[in-house]
């Protein structure tokens, strides 16, 4: 059994020129010790197998591939596929799978074989904008490209796959997305053999999708690639956070002060108002006392009369 790739995933790209050697790695995880197997995968065609590595054994290859032409083998921790003198049908994903009992392993790498691009002539593709709007994470960009192509200069039969390829803004090297069918919006038809295909790509971002996005065409067993978007991801930076945290504990801090400052305004105001009300009453019960006394002394004097 082999585990199959995610038609989501991102896959790594490695550039050689036409004519030149390659080599293909894929990390081997210590408790893996059964058989290895490369596999290469053409544009629009399924997976074939290249060789069958099995510990320190002979590889074994595949009868559609030269064993001339290749080298393989397996060390400590990885396996190395080495491509000896690259041709233009070597271009093409190259899938390492590794079986065990439980656990299943499997990577990829893009091959793109750079030199010859007199087949995709009667290609153009176009992205707009250059430059993105920056754009926030948790929300949507729309990147956009459009192909024209001329089917009567087309040198090979099939339908075109649009792929679509993204380098990080570290300057890492550039990751295929693959996405759900061609994404085509409409096509229009300029004359009896040319046309131009729009394409558009929506993805929900987050901080690490930054980076340059190529609109790119897979045909005749290559890829013509267009001058890529650039997507700016806007962050809130660490001042900004900052400073907003200052503005809210400043604001609680305020709300907390003007409730105790109209507390101790009340508490002080109803104290004015018991001491002024002592007083008076004071008064009144010496008056009250006073005139009594009068009073008294009024009514003796009239029984002494």
């Known amino acids: 059994m082999l585990l199959c790739f995610n038609s989501d995933s991102l896959v790594p790209v490695k550039m050689v020129q036409l004519g030149e050697p390659a080599t293909l790695k894929c990390d081997t995880p ?5 058989k290895v197997y490369w596999y290469r995968q053409s544009v629009g065609d399924t997976l074939k197998l290249i060789v069958t590595l099995y510990r320190d054994t002979e590889p074994v290859y595949d009868s559609a591939f030269l064993k001339s032409r290749f080298s393989a083998k397996n060390a400590n921790n990885f396996s190395k596929l080495t491509i000896l003198e690259t041709v233009q049908e070597d271009e093409g994903i190259y899938h390492c799978g590794m079986t065990a009992w439980h656990n299943l392993e499997w990577s990829g790498t893009y091959l793109l074989v750079k030199g010859n691009t007199e087949r995709t002539s009667n290609y153009i593709v176009v992205q707009q904008p250059i430059e993105s709007n920056p754009v926030c994470p948790g929300t949507t960009a729309n990147l956009q490209c459009s192909v024209l192509s001329d089917s009567e200069n087309k040198t090979c039969p099939g339908d075109d796959n649009v792929l679509w390829f993204r ?13 759900d069918g061609n994404r085509t919006n409409r096509c229009e ?11 558009q790509l929506s993805k929900n971002v987050s901080s690490s999708d930054a980076g340059t996005y190529y609109c790119a065409v897979a045909t005749c067993g290559e890829i013509l690639f267009g001058n890529g978007t650039t997507l700016d991801i806007q962050e809130s930076s660490v001042w900004s956070q900052t400073a907003s945290t200052v503005v809210f504990l400043l604001s609680a801090v305020m709300c907390i002060s003007l409730f105790i400052t109209a507390v101790l305004i009340y508490i002080t105001k109803k104290n004015n108002s018991d001491h002024h009300k002592a007083p008076v009453l004071q ?9 009594e006394v009068l009073n008294g002394n009024i009514i003796l004097i009239n029984m002494n009369f």
Request: aromatic share 8%; glycine share 2%.
């Open 189 to 199: 038809k300029r004359s009896d053999h040319q046309k131009t295909c729009f394409y």
């Open 30 to 34: 210590k408790e893996i010790r059964s």
């Open 167 to 179: 380098t990080g803004s570290n300057k890492s090297h550039p990751n295929i997305i693959y996405t």
């Open 283 to 291: 008064k009144n019960i010496n008056d009250q006392k006073t005139q």
